[in-house]
Antibody
Framework: EVQLVQSGAEVKKPGESLKISCKGS????????IGWVRQMPGKGLEWMGI????????RYSPSFQGQVTISADKSISTAYLQWSSLKASDTAMYFC??????????????WGQGTLVSVSS | EIVLTQSPATLSLSPGERATLSCGAS???????LAWYHHKPGLAPRLLIY???SRATGIPDRFSGSGSGTHFTLTISRLEPEDFAVYYC?????????FGQGTRLEIK
């Protein structure tokens, strides 16, 4: 069974750093792109970027380029999303999701349960 | 980037009724690369439809997708209790991929 299990909720202060994780299981982790999607409170979904764990090839949405870093450790089948200096506006639910196999373009067939990040002074 | 506008924002229907959700694009979606997702708060979103009209694995045939160019539709023929959720469309024909703001399907 394909599963993406995300790390737990985080409460941070502005200016702090953070790295959240997404562990894949039930499939060959290195063969599927993993994307990250943001959902701000009361809002819709926003694609942030995507990584291919096999070679760490990474693409970012222009809206998030330079704002976050996406990485992966294929030895432990885990993808990461990190911030070097959080802002209150980073408060959101963050989802990881697996790009569908053989997909023409990027859409997602399996999703994690989400990680809630709250940033407040 | 392509902006997707979903309508209505909220749809109130009863179990057994038919639901029609719309997704409009600010410009033509290349190759009709459009997907639909179902999302209940606290749970992982679930892929329903890809390539405008192909059902994802395990999705019942009461869900169907149609459309082309700038107008797309998700139809649920007979609503089941588990169908009441938020639905998102997503285009992947143009970079960056974008999502609609969602339609909340609620029980009347």
């Amino acid at each position: 069974e394909v599963q993406l299990v995300q790390s737990g909720a985080e409460v941070k202060k502005p200016g702090e750093s953070l790295k959240i994780s997404c562990k894949g299981s039930g499939y060959k982790f290195t063969s599927y792109w993993i994307g990250w999607v943001r959902q701000m409170p009361g809002k819709g979904l926003e694609w942030m970027g995507i990584i291919y764990p096999g070679d760490s090839d990474t693409r970012y949405s222009p809206s998030f380029q330079g704002q976050v870093t996406i990485s992966a450790d294929k030895s432990i089948s885990t993808a990461y999303l990190q911030w070097s200096s959080l802002k209150a506006s980073d408060t959101a639910m963050y989802f990881c999701a697996r790009r569908a196999d053989k997909a023409m373009g990027i859409y997602f067939d399996y999703w994690g349960q989400g990680t809630l990040v709250s940033v407040s002074s | 980037e392509i902006v997707l506008t979903q309508s209505p924002a909220t749809l109130s229907l009863s179990p057994g009724e038919r639901a029609t959700l719309s997704c409009g694009a600010s410009q033509s979606v290349s190759s009709n690369y459009l997907a639909w997702y179902h999302h209940k708060p606290g749970l992982a979103p679930r892929l329903l439809i890809y390539d405008t009209s192909s059902r994802a694995t395990g999705i019942p045939d009461r869900f169907s997708g149609s459309g082309s160019g700038t107008h797309f539709t998700l139809t649920i023929s007979r609503l089941e209790p588990e169908d009441f959720a938020v639905y998102y469309c997503q285009q992947y024909g143009d970079f960056p991929i974008t999502f609609g703001q969602g339609t909340r399907l609620e029980i009347k």
